[in-house]
């Protein structure tokens, strides 16, 4: 098949115009037009309508419109490398990383990378790690030293308390691994005076504010809604700090399945 363009489909519903983000291209043999559009799952009914005939829709799953000349053939879309629903096979555990679905609303959490500190059957917490902000450690925090390392905003429970993850293992005393040599916690007064002792070791630690956190069977649900997928975590990841690109990265990295999904535009209306 040959791709023509990157677009949108915009429908007419009963509550107004709205607009989904669509994924264009065309069999070079035929003349065959195809749209793989996403539909939310707080889409309303909607009803196409133009030039082909008028298919009304109550899905809230990826479609497929082939269409040559009317009328409109609708059908679900295949598991193939064009698929903008793919398959989460990763069970969320300590370790892995939630990567943001593309269509996830919540201002906070939108194109979010977030290290899952801990999961069990009490709930969740995690880190976000690409909310980079400007400010620095010790702007914060009165008895650190001056060093350069900036906060990241980890998520939106308890803003009022540092946090921090490094790779300084058994070194610091109470921390708790996480995956590979990265380590959630440990003594404060410690880390202060490692840092102050040797301002070059702040290389190995990434400080939060706040955190992310879901109850029993939260995360669990969203998984399932498509808000979030998973996908698993490593030291070079982690510690990056790598804010601006690391969403769309990572997606890239997990497969050719989900590599399509890091190219959707940050609004498919302007697009």
Known sequence: METVAFG???PRSEQGDGIFAGLFFQEASFDVVHAIVYMPRSAHRLGFVGSYESTEVWRNDPLVFSFATPPCNLRRMSAD?????????????????????????????RRTVILLCEHDGDGSFGFVLNRIMETRVNELVQDMPRIHERVSMGGPVNEDNLYF?????????????????????????????????????????????????????????????????????????????????LWRDTLRSMGEAFAPLANFPDDPGLN
């Not at 808000?227 to 700090?241: A, E, L, R």
Request: charged share 20%.
């Open 81 to 109: 490398h064009l698929d903008l629903d793919p398959v989460n096979v990763l069970p969320p555990e300590r370790g892995r990383l939630l990567v943001s679905g593309p269509f996830l609303s919540d201002p906070y959490f």
């Open 165 to 245: 993850i490094h790779t300084l293992g058994m070194h610091l005393r109470g921390s708790t691994q996480v995956v590979d040599d990265v380590h959630a916690g440990g003594d404060h007064s410690q880390l202060r005076d490692l840092l102050t002792a040797d301002p070059k070791l702040t290389r190995h630690v990434r400080f939060f504010i706040g955190y992310a956190g879901w109850e029993a069977g939260q995360l669990e649900r969203e998984i399932a809604e498509r808000s979030w997928f998973v996908t698993p975590g490593s030291k070079q990841v982690i510690m990056s700090g790598n804010g601006d690109r």
């Open 8 to 10: 949108i489909l915009q």
